[in-house]
């Protein structure tokens, strides 16, 4: 509890304060300015000359294209199974009371809590040894499970501020089981499913460790990314990309912050 | 004529608990009913068994005539007013009250105007642009009850329906409800623990105790002939009074009850024979309109209340109780 909202703080604590914040976002501040930068090699400093020709060339690099087609198409279905799983088993465990239902919850939180490695290990170990291919759908397998956990721990904790004699008020009324769930439990739970939903796509677009071991040949963005490191051709390229993967990955974020911020805590969001 | 509700041998186990134990009840069309009882007494899963968020473990129940078991709650014509009254956050009150309607199929403009006369009768009009969060207690209280009786339920449960108002608001809601229950002529069901709720509205009462009903009846016999020690005891803190001391008085060995106000405290000790009790007064308890006194005769423990005014023995004096023989009443239940 604050005692005063309207003390000022003292100076050397702001100074701390935006020290701090210069340091969490400079660097990303820096990647932005080389992506206007005439060096193509080295991330040379100062800027020997400013240039908008990069955002041209990446608008025609066809393994741009590819790499975010296939970034956004896997976030994309990921969310959606999250969105159906997590929903889906959040209700069960708030909803009604069974053996193994604090084991269960354990379990389904447990994929954010081991490192991506762990999991990415694991699938592949599990893809192998079940002779599955690498495909786009290995890689939306692995990136569902730590989306499930997003929209799992938002939608469970909105059920748990709604009152469960609501649901059966509905019954009473009138309402069978599938006009309950759109005109009470939905609305209910639509802002939290959403904030849950825009954290699991901004979480698979830009995930990489998992995606390593799932991905066989194909690229998405973040290990393109990487590739692109490795091998300096164009390198001002990386930087336009790297703006575009901050504005999609922020916006939803921000979007989901402003839904939820009465109340809910985003759960999840530290990954 | 056929029974509103009617529980034949109805039994409910929750594992080995037994909150409702092979019970059997008819409640009449139009009848203002109180299923009274302490917490965990069965009064509540009646209550939803009656709804339908319940099955019965054994025995059956009808509603007007029709089997209900396996029924599911939103084919049942019962309308429930909850306990936490489960207003729609997301909805105003005019849909909330419009809800039962809207998921029927009403069109909108006619589903509104039957809200918007439903809240009149609960004397809440014009608050239909409101949400519920904007309420108070009593309002929503009313808004529950409104989004209820717009279904024109045969059967309307209410359960608690007064436990979180305060006093006053809790009075006047007990006549609005029953003038409101009067001039519809829809039966209510309605639990409640508070046993001057249950005697002052309801037109009959059944007392609930473990599972089982103890007594049904009017509201004067549950307070004047209690069949049971439990009912004399829970309904209004009779005087619970041993067969031995009985025997004394009526000449047979059951246990008997008698009211607080139907003994008669007389300065001065010395009671001989059969004319009247000795007892000693351990503490007064000053309730306004009356006075309380709790007495110990001869180790039993008796209360009188004696209108305000009147003269008043002190603490620790000897006294002599006296009583009508007609107001000491005789349990069913034997020694």
């Excluded at chain 1, 990303?28 to 206007?36: D, E, N």
């Excluded at chain 2, 909330?96 to 509104?112: C, I, P, S």
Aim: proline share 5%; hydrophobic share 45%.
């Amino acid at each position: 509890m604050r005692s005063d909202r309207n003390a000022s703080a003292p100076l050397p604590l702001k100074v701390a304060a935006a020290c701090g914040l210069l340091f969490l976002h400079l660097p990303i501040l820096l990647i932005f300015v080389y992506a206007f930068t005439t060096e193509e090699k080295t991330f040379q400093w100062p800027l020997p000359g400013f240039t908008l020709q990069w955002f041209g060339v990446t608008w025609n690099r066809p393994d741009v294209w590819s790499a975010l087609s296939l970034s956004v198409r896997v976030a994309a279905i990921s969310t959606l199974i999250a969105l159906v799983l997590g929903t889906l088993c959040s209700a069960a465990v708030s909803r009604s009371k069974f053996f193994g239902r604090e084991t269960i919850s354990l379990l389904v939180i447990l994929p954010i809590a081991l490192p991506g490695i762990i999991t990415g290990i694991a699938l592949r170990s599990a893809f192998s040894l079940t002779d599955i291919p690498f495909s786009f759908w290995t890689i939306v397998l692995g990136h569902a499970t730590f989306c499930v956990v997003v929209v799992y721990n938002n939608a469970v904790a909105r059920f748990r501020r709604t009152s469960g004699s609501m649901i059966e008020a509905s019954y009473d009324l009138g309402a069978d089981g599938f006009q309950t769930f759109r005109h009470v439990v939905l609305p209910n739970i639509a802002t939290a499913l959403l904030a849950g939903g825009m954290l699991a796509f901004a979480l698979s677009f830009d995930e990489v460790i998992v995606t390593t071991f799932t991905a066989g040949q194909q690229q998405t963005v973040p290990i393109w990314m990487l590739e692109e490191l490795i091998r300096p051709r164009q390198r001002p390229v990386t930087n336009v990309v790297a703006m575009v993967v901050v504005m999609v990955t922020f916006l939803p974020i921000l979007l989901a912050y402003y839904l939820t911020r009465d109340g809910d805590q985003i759960a999840g969001s530290g990954k | 004529m056929t029974p509103a509700v009617s529980f034949q041998g109805v039994s409910r186990h929750f594992g080995a608990v037994k909150a409702v134990d092979a019970l059997s009840l008819d409640i009449q069309p139009g009848e203002f009913f109180a299923m009274l009882g302490p917490s965990g007494s069965g009064k509540t899963t009646c209550l939803r068994l009656i709804a339908g968020f319940e099955q019965p473990t054994a025995g059956s129940i009808s509603i007007f005539g029709e089997r209900a078991e396996g029924v599911p709650p939103y084919r049942r014509n019962v309308n429930t007013v909850f306990q936490d009254y489960a207003l729609f956050p997301h909805l105003n009150v005019l849909d909330n009250v419009a809800y039962g309607l809207m998921v029927k199929g009403t069109g909108k403009a006619e589903r509104h105007k039957a809200a918007e006369e439903a809240l009149a009768l609960v004397r809440l009009p014009g608050y239909g642009a409101r949400r519920p969060g904007q309420l108070s207690g009593g309002q929503r209280q009313r808004v529950a009850l409104a989004r209820a009786l717009v279904n024109q339920p045969k059967v309307l449960l209410l359960d608690e329906p007064l436990g979180a108002l305060d006093l006053k608001l809790r009075e006047d809601m007990q006549e609005e409800l029953k003038s409101l229950q009067k001039a519809l002529g829809i039966t209510f069901v309605f639990v409640t623990h508070d046993q001057g709720e249950a005697l002052s509205m309801a037109d009959r009462v059944a007392v609930f105790n473990e599972g089982r009903i103890a007594q049904v009846g009017a509201p004067q016999d549950i307070y004047q002939k209690p069949a049971t020690r439990f009912v004399a005891d829970f309904v209004g803190s009779s005087n619970v009074l041993p067969p031995d001391f009985v025997q004394r008085w009526s000449g047979q060995k059951r246990w008997g009850s008698l009211r607080p106000e139907a003994i008669r405290v007389n300065l001065g000790g010395g009671a001989k024979g059969n004319e009247g009790v000795a007892a000693r007064l351990v503490a007064t308890n000053y309730l306004g309109a009356t006075t309380r006194l709790a007495l110990d005769a001869d180790g039993l423990r008796l209360h009188a209340t004696v209108p305000a005014g009147s003269a008043l023995p002190r603490e620790g004096e000897q006294v002599t109780l006296s009583f009508n023989r007609e107001s000491l009443h005789l349990m069913e239940e034997g020694a």
